[in-house]
């Protein structure tokens, strides 16, 4: 009680404190736009915008100085105001003026859950523009630019080149799935500016802004509601804006493998057979593999050897003279080996980038043998990105070696042409994985978008990984991760993700790349901690044998992860699913979504507390013990939100709104808690099986989406407890309800085409 009243109190007053400072800012006449549950007040004076719900309560503060900032310099002046406006029902349009006497339209269209805003030049000039708000927080989102902050509360954020470009510690680019949108769960509001070339974002105590550099226009939108409302909004409007995501297929939730995490960049084709046999011969249970280099004709680490573009043409026919210590050819029996995938049942991918090597007068390594003509061919019918003078811009990358072309993916028929070659190499699917270094030159950041889309069209499996606001794919990988790196940017890095609306999350290979024997106990620590964490979060593959680490022990504990995410899969996916109908990120909810009212949700993800944790829908909470502590951590403080909450592990059910402090997480110890909505789904000798746990009684319905990622049964569960329950199958009554005691909860087989009602049965 004393916790509630104080927080309503906090709430109070903010709310006065923005009241006043949004009055302070009105010099003059207000201009006013209304929606059905929306006010819009605009300051004439001074550009700052202000809007109220239907109480009069402040949703978005009005900023103290300034609105609407804009120049056609790169420096910009510190006011503008309105010169002129007309009003048309729940629009305003009008004329700005900054201090410098340069002129500027405005559209403000306001909606009942949504405020959009555009700033242009009335001369068709690029300008430097701003949108500006008082500060707000705490606030969550900005994709992989968020990723990197050592917190996932990004209060304090600034950055004027918000755009996929190298960074100044890294000469590869890490931020690759770009999105300005940020969330402010306590406040009921989120933003996001759209553009594809370079963003200014700064939240932080001066001030709330979105911007674009040297940009036609300033398109950016105010989302108000409930989080699941906003993310509906955002769904809809991304989608609107040319950024639409694709429904995920169920094959990528399944078990993965990458060669990559074995292999590194030197793979070939025994070692990779004989690592998926080893895996399926320990019962592993492999569904799709990556082979994501070295598959190209020519010798390894030399500037002549082929790419990704080298469309069909494998590394298939003895050389002579080569030196790099691998078999020659690496890949003999290409026909064979996609024989071997198949009679096993595993998805074969194969690496993809839009880059291609550049001719030599253009600084590129270009080797007719080992590249083939496709590049020749791209060049003559004008697919490849052009520069100012309208040749063939070259760009950096990290892989090839030398100069490069990038294709042109705006034209569609450039994208038809290469994602036509690219069914030469004849695979199920792709990961994409475009390196730009300078991708400043290019300003897209929406490059590889059309791409994955037209991959995912054919019916491909796409993992992605460069992409600007949605998800043209199957899963979303984020930068690789290793042993020796910054392990709590791992959870961080995906909790952003999820916070910018992408659910679908690849937190990397298990135990990351370039892991050689023997083994250190560090790094064995490192393998069995990041398994565990993988096995909750939506996807989860292998690369490097638990085998190798020589420990019985530690592989047990990879062995029994990798088991119960495999169980997991089914009510993974059907989450999934809802998170592609909705936009909200229900397969990885990060706290603040799920329990927006509740502030001591607010700050756990940090790289200090490292309570990292998530729903994966709305009936299991996610705990594992992750971060540069990995080593020696057997404990952490978890924080339960309201509820009751069940130990997957113990059975020992705990009341919410309260932290256990030093709560025991050893290796082995599965790290969920079962509660909110009581139902979850879980997969077992081939079948699917729904459990129901007594304890919330909340009365909600429980809707599965099967595998197929269509077909749905509605499960309605009681609102009150009971000594046994029965169980209704499409209104025909059935038998009373099965317990099952190593998992504390009821069971019955779900099936497709029907739906269930649990009923308490009288005391």
């Known amino acids: 009680m004393i916790k509630i009243i104080l927080r ?13 400072v949004a009055c302070r800012t009105y010099q003059g006449d207000l201009i006013q736009v209304k929606a059905k549950s929306l006010t819009l007040q605009i300051a004439k004076a001074t550009s700052s915008y202000t809007v109220l719900d239907k109480e009069g309560n402040v949703l978005l503060p009005a900023h103290a100085v300034s609105g609407i900032l804009f120049s056609v310099a790169d420096s910009l002046p510190t006011s503008s105001r309105v010169e002129s406006f007309e009003l048309n029902d729940n629009e305003v349009h009008g004329t700005l003026i900054n201090e410098l006497g340069q002129l500027a339209e405005f559209r403000m269209v306001l909606e009942d859950s949504q405020l959009h805003v555009e700033v242009w030049s009335g001369e068709n000039d690029a300008l430097v523009m701003e949108i500006r708000t008082a500060s707000m927080s ?15 509360d990004l209060f304090g954020y600034r950055n004027d080149h918000l755009i996929n470009d190298k960074t100044k510690t890294h000469n590869w680019n890490h931020y690759r799935f770009i999105s300005t949108f940020a969330i402010f769960p306590s406040r009921q509001v989120a933003q996001v500016v759209f553009d594809k070339g370079e963003k200014r974002i700064a939240i932080d105590s001066v001030e709330n802004k979105m911007g674009v550099t040297r940009a036609e226009k300033l398109n950016a939108y105010y989302f108000f ?20 995501s694709k429904k995920p297929k169920f094959g990528f939730f399944e078990i993965g493998y990458e060669a990559f995490g074995s292999l590194g960049w030197n793979t070939y084709q025994s070692s990779v057979q004989e690592d998926i046999d080893t895996y399926l ?11 994501g280099s070295g598959f190209w004709k020519g010798e390894r680490r030399k500037p002549s050897e082929g790419t990704t573009t080298a469309f069909g043409i494998w590394d298939s026919i003895p050389e002579s003279e080569r030196s790099d210590g691998l078999p020659n050819p690496r890949y003999p029996e290409v026909n064979g080996m996609k024989a071997f995938f198949k009679e096993r049942g595993i998805s074969l991918l194969l690496g993809s980038r839009i880059n291609f090597k550049a001719l030599p007068e253009d600084g590129g390594n270009y080797h007719s043998a080992n590249d083939g003509h496709f590049v020749n061919e791209a060049i003559e019918k004008g697919y490849l990105v052009k520069n100012e003078s309208g040749s063939d811009q070259v760009f950096d990358v990290n892989f090839p070696t030398g100069k490069t072309y990038l294709l042109n993916t705006g034209k569609p028929q450039a994208v038809e042409w290469f994602v036509s070659n690219f069914d030469k190499w004849d695979v199920d699917g792709i990961k994409e994985d475009l390196m730009l270094q300078d991708g400043v030159l ?9 791409v994955n889309e037209a991959f995912m069209d054919q019916g491909k499996l796409v993992m992605v990984r460069n992409s600007a606001y949605g998800v043209p794919g199957d899963i979303l990988r984020m930068e690789d991760t290793k042993y020796g790196f910054d392990q709590d940017r791992t959870p961080i890095n995906a909790l952003g993700y999820a916070y910018s609306g992408a659910g679908n999350v690849y937190p990397d290979i298990v135990a990351g790349k370039y892991l050689s024997n023997p083994l250190s106990e560090d790094q064995k620590r490192y393998f ?18 638990p085998w190798h680490m020589e420990n019985q022990g530690y592989e047990k504990v990879v062995e029994k992860s990798v088991s119960m995410h495999h169980q997991l899969v089914p009510y993974i996916y059907s989450e999934i699913v809802r998170g592609y109908e909705s936009g909200y990120p229900y397969a990885m909810i990060p706290l603040p979504l799920a329990f927006p009212l509740d502030q001591d949700t607010y700050h756990l993800a940090d790289s200090t507390r490292r309570q990292y944790s998530w729903m994966i829908g709305e009936s299991l909470l996610a705990t594992p013990v992750f971060g540069n502590d990995y080593a020696t951590a057997q404990t952490r403080n978890i924080y339960l939100p309201e509820g009751k909450w069940m130990d997957w592990e113990s059975g020992k059910v705990l009341e919410g709104n309260k932290t256990y402090s030093a709560y025991s997480l050893p290796d082995e110890k599965f790290p969920l808690f079962i509660g909110g909505n009581d139902c979850i789904v879980l997969r077992k000798g081939g079948k699917l099986y729904l459990y129901y746990f007594p304890l919330n009684f909340k009365g909600q319905d429980y809707e599965f989406t099967f595998p197929d990622g269509d077909s749905k049964s509605v499960v309605k ?28 909860g009821y069971f019955f087989e779900i099936e497709q085409g029907k739906n269930y009602e649990i009923k308490a049965k009288d005391k």
Request: charged fraction near 25%; proline fraction near 5%.
């Open 8 to 20: 309503i109190t906090s709430y109070f007053s903010l709310f006065l404190f923005l009241t006043v």
């Open 138 to 152: 705490p606030v969550y989102g900005l994709g992989d630019h968020g990723g990197y902050e050592g917190k996932t």
């Open 225 to 244: 509601g409930e989080p699941k409302q906003v993310y509906q909004t955002y769904n809809v409007v991304r989608e609107k804006e040319g950024y639409p």
């Open 281 to 291: 011969k320990k019962g592993y249970p492999l569904k799709w593999a990556v082979v």
């Open 442 to 450: 290019l300003d897209n950041d929406a490059k590889q978008n059309t």
């Open 528 to 545: 069995v901690r990041n398994a565990m964490m993988a096995a909750v979060m939506p996807v989860m593959s292998l690369g490097y044998g």
């Open 717 to 744: 569960t009681p609102s009150q407890t009971a000594d046994s329950y029965s169980l209704e199958i499409d209104g025909s009554k059935q038998n009373e309800l099965v317990w099952d005691k190593e998992r504390k």
